[in-house]
């Protein structure tokens, strides 16, 4: 996380440029050659495949990351919020919110002591201007009520006493965005910030966006929001000339429209390039057949002319093919696409008519013994093939419930029944699937580690094992890199390989899309729709709930406690 600590918009029209961008990890590069500009009132919108660079440009954006090559001018204030979060052990939410507040605070005591000193016959009211000018910009006198306020809408924890460390993950992330979106700054960068909000949130999020008097750069696969708040967008994915593409129109669908029509003509321009180099390869080759035989005529007859003639033909067609090729356009292999497998609904012998799973009035316990969920009298179960939307605002309950449901989660009071032999696989709602032992593993090694956990459970038919290849989430060199090395998109990949490695049954999936790109949140919401596996999905993502608005719902803020 990083912030400029004096605000200075009022002291003229602030823009951020990067000129000539290029990063790499260790024996890894991300960005090369990324020009960008963010002028005062416009919203940009950065998008991309998992590992495309997206987060590492937010990072040397806010001067988190130092780039290899080329330089980041940025001119006013700056609120950075990344994906990740890590707190300093004893910090709570009140040392947050005062951080927040204290360059406020400060603006006004010296537009204060500057009053109270303030000669009228021989002050400077060009100083004295800039500083009210600067409290004005910064709402000062509202400042304390603004991230009450923003605490508040995002559903985040509001007693200042709590440790952000003893937080979840989603409540460190609102305390931290509630905060950065009180301070009012010059430059706003997001990185997932829908991630962890619920539908309040969001709309509130998007208020505050659409509201934003200086620039907002915001890293999102959250297509309404993209749809609702951006002005423009920037797609890390190459374009035909190999560079990051700047799209102007606002709006995904837009962006989505401009982006299919350059992809349509880049192929159309490969396509017809390879056939005509097909064409010149048989004309060639056929030239230097002629060549080897001399094309000799019947003896007597003009010996060495058609001999000649064969190698005027080759030295031609070697001039076509080297200018085909010296103006070839060198297109890159397209990211890898879902190839989500033929799963099961049933194994053999089971009752088609009886569910899959069934749980009755789940009561789940937290570690310290506080209530996490209580559901009395209520009776949830699946059957084969069968479908479930979980939707409710963060705090009812929709993780426990799916983690009870899937078994990983014990009842303090109710029941849960399962088939046996029922394969369940899980997506969490953040990667917590693999082992810590596991981190420094490659993909590939650390997924064969957890086929063989299973195996030795026996919760894998090895007749039924997914490979991960064929799933189209990693390619081969991200499968070959540990898995600390690999972004937090391309984790998320991999868990969602780690759910369907054993071809399961059901499906427990919570807030699937969080970190995944556009293309893939599309592709899986496609195969959810056609799988014969039964699945169950909590999420916020709005367009996720439209495109399965005709499964049973099941929301949590209407249930009886």
Same mark, same amino acid.
């Given at each position: 996380?990083?912030r400029?600590?004096l605000?200075?918009?009022?002291?003229?029209?602030?823009?951020?440029?990067?000129?000539?961008i290029?990063?790499?990890?260790?024996?890894?590069?991300?960005?090369?050659?990324?020009?960008?500009?963010?002028?005062?009132?416009?919203?940009?919108g950065?998008?991309?495949?998992?590992?495309?660079?997206?987060?590492?440009?937010?990072?040397?954006?806010?001067?988190e990351?130092?780039?290899?090559?080329?330089?980041?001018?940025?001119?006013?204030?700056?609120?950075?919020?990344?994906?990740?979060?890590?707190?300093?052990a004893?910090?709570?939410?009140?040392?947050?919110?005062?951080?927040?507040?204290?360059?406020?605070?400060?603006?006004?005591a010296?537009?204060?002591?500057?009053?109270?000193?303030?000669?009228?016959?021989?002050?400077?009211?060009?100083?004295?201007?800039?500083?009210?000018?600067?409290?004005?910009?910064?709402?000062?006198?509202?400042?304390?009520?603004?991230?009450?306020?923003?605490?508040?809408?995002?559903?985040?924890?509001?007693?200042?006493?709590?440790?952000?460390?003893?937080?979840?993950?989603?409540? @460190?992330?609102? &305390?931290?965005? =509630?905060? $950065? *979106?009180? /301070?009012?700054?010059?430059?706003?960068?997001? #990185?997932? !910030?829908?991630?962890?909000?619920?539908?309040?949130?969001?709309?509130?999020?998007?208020?505050?966006?659409?509201?934003?008097?200086?620039?907002?750069?915001?890293v999102?696969?959250?297509?309404?929001?993209?749809?609702?708040?951006?002005?423009?967008?920037?797609?890390?994915?190459?374009?035909?000339?190999?560079r990051?593409?700047?799209?102007?129109q606002?709006?995904?669908?837009?962006?989505?429209?401009?982006?299919?029509?350059?992809?349509?003509?880049?192929?159309?321009?490969?396509?017809?390039?390879?056939?005509?180099?097909?064409?010149?390869?048989?004309?060639?080759?056929?030239?230097?057949?002629?060549?080897?035989?001399?094309?000799?005529?019947?003896?007597?007859?003009?010996?060495?002319?058609r001999?000649?003639?064969? @190698?005027?033909? &080759?030295?031609? =067609?070697? $001039? *076509?093919? /080297?200018?085909?090729?010296?103006?070839?356009? #060198?297109? !890159?292999?397209?990211?890898?696409?879902?190839?989500?497998?033929?799963?099961?609904?049933?194994?053999?012998?089971?009752?088609?008519?009886?569910?899959?799973?069934?749980?009755?009035?789940?009561?789940?316990?937290?570690?310290?013994?506080?209530?996490?969920l209580?559901?009395?009298?209520?009776?949830?179960?699946?059957?084969?093939?069968?479908?479930?939307?979980?939707?409710?605002?963060?705090?009812?309950?929709?993780?426990?419930?799916?983690?009870?449901?899937?078994?990983?989660?014990?009842?303090?009071?109710?029941?849960?029944?399962?088939?046996?032999?029922?394969?369940?696989?899980?997506?969490?709602?953040?990667?917590?699937?693999?082992?810590?032992?596991?981190?420094?593993?490659?993909?590939?090694?650390?997924?064969?580690?957890?086929?063989?956990?299973?195996?030795s459970?026996?919760?894998?038919?090895?007749?039924?094992?997914?490979p991960?290849?064929?799933?189209g989430l990693?390619?081969?060199?991200?499968?070959?890199?540990?898995?600390?090395?690999?972004?937090?998109?391309q984790?998320?990949?991999?868990?969602?390989?780690?759910?369907?490695?054993?071809?399961?049954?059901?499906?427990v999936?919570?807030?699937?899309?969080?970190?995944?790109?556009?293309?893939?949140?599309?592709?899986?919401?496609?195969?959810l729709?056609?799988?014969?596996?039964?699945?169950?999905?909590?999420?916020?993502?709005?367009?996720?709930?439209?495109?399965?608005?005709?499964?049973?719902?099941?929301?949590?803020?209407?249930?009886?406690?």
């Open positions: 996380m990083a400029s600590r605000p200075s918009a009022y002291a003229g029209a602030v823009h951020l440029v990067a000129s000539g290029s990063f790499a990890y260790p024996g890894r590069p991300v960005l090369d050659g990324v020009d960008l500009r963010v002028s005062d009132g416009v919203r940009l950065v998008v991309g495949e998992n590992g495309s660079g997206k987060s590492t440009l937010l990072r040397v954006l806010a001067g990351l130092k780039p290899k090559a080329g330089e980041v001018r940025r001119r006013g204030s700056l609120a950075y919020v990344p994906q990740e979060l890590t707190e300093t004893g910090r709570t939410v009140g040392d947050l919110v005062a951080e927040t507040l204290a360059d406020v605070r400060a603006l006004a010296r537009l204060e002591e500057a009053a109270a000193a303030f000669d009228h016959e021989t002050g400077d009211l060009r100083q004295l201007g800039g500083l009210l000018a600067g409290v004005e910009h910064l709402a000062a006198w509202d400042a304390d009520r603004r991230v009450d306020v923003a605490l508040t809408r995002l559903g985040a924890v509001r007693d200042h006493d709590r440790r952000l460390d003893t937080l979840s993950v989603g409540q @460190r992330y609102r &305390v931290r965005l =509630a905060c $950065r *979106l009180a /301070e009012r700054a010059d430059l706003l960068l997001l #990185d997932e !910030p829908t991630n962890h909000l619920d539908d309040s949130g969001v709309a509130y999020l998007t208020e505050s966006i659409q509201s934003w008097r200086g620039a907002v750069v915001v999102t696969h959250d297509r309404e929001l993209l749809d609702d708040v951006v002005t423009a967008m920037f797609d890390l994915d190459p374009a035909m000339d190999g990051p593409a700047l799209y102007g606002p709006g995904y669908h837009e962006y989505r429209f401009a982006k299919a029509q350059m992809l349509a003509r880049w192929h159309q321009r490969f396509r017809a390039e390879q056939k005509r180099a097909a064409e010149l390869a048989h004309r060639l080759d056929r030239s230097y057949e002629g060549l080897s035989d001399e094309w000799r005529p019947p003896k007597g007859s003009q010996k060495h002319r001999g000649t003639r064969a @190698r005027i033909h &080759v030295k031609a =067609a070697d $001039r *076509l093919v /080297e200018k085909l090729e010296a103006e070839a356009v #060198d297109v !890159p292999p397209p990211p890898p696409a879902l190839a989500f497998p033929d799963l099961p609904a049933l194994s053999a012998g089971w009752d088609p008519g009886d569910p899959l799973v069934e749980v009755r009035s789940p009561h789940v316990l937290a570690p310290d013994g506080a209530t996490r209580d559901l009395p009298g209520t009776r949830l179960a699946v059957p084969p093939s069968g479908r479930l939307l979980v939707t409710g605002p963060n705090g009812t309950g929709k993780s426990t419930l799916l983690a009870a449901f899937a078994g990983t989660l014990p009842l303090a009071r109710g029941t849960r029944t399962a088939r046996d032999g029922l394969r369940v696989g899980v997506v969490g709602q953040e990667s917590d699937a693999v082992a810590p032992e596991d981190a420094r593993r490659s993909a590939f090694d650390a997924y064969a580690a957890h086929a063989l956990a299973l195996l459970r026996g919760e894998l038919d090895p007749d039924h094992l997914v991960v290849a064929a799933l990693l390619s081969e060199e991200e499968l070959e890199r540990p898995l600390v090395e690999l972004s937090v998109g984790k998320r990949r991999f868990d969602l390989a780690l759910a369907l490695l054993h071809a399961p049954h059901l499906l999936l919570d807030e699937p899309t969080n970190h995944l790109s556009v293309d893939v949140m599309d592709a899986l919401t496609t195969a729709l056609r799988t014969s596996a039964a699945v169950v999905v909590a999420t916020h993502d709005r367009r996720m709930r439209t495109d399965l608005a005709d499964w049973p719902v099941l929301d949590l803020a209407t249930v009886p406690a």
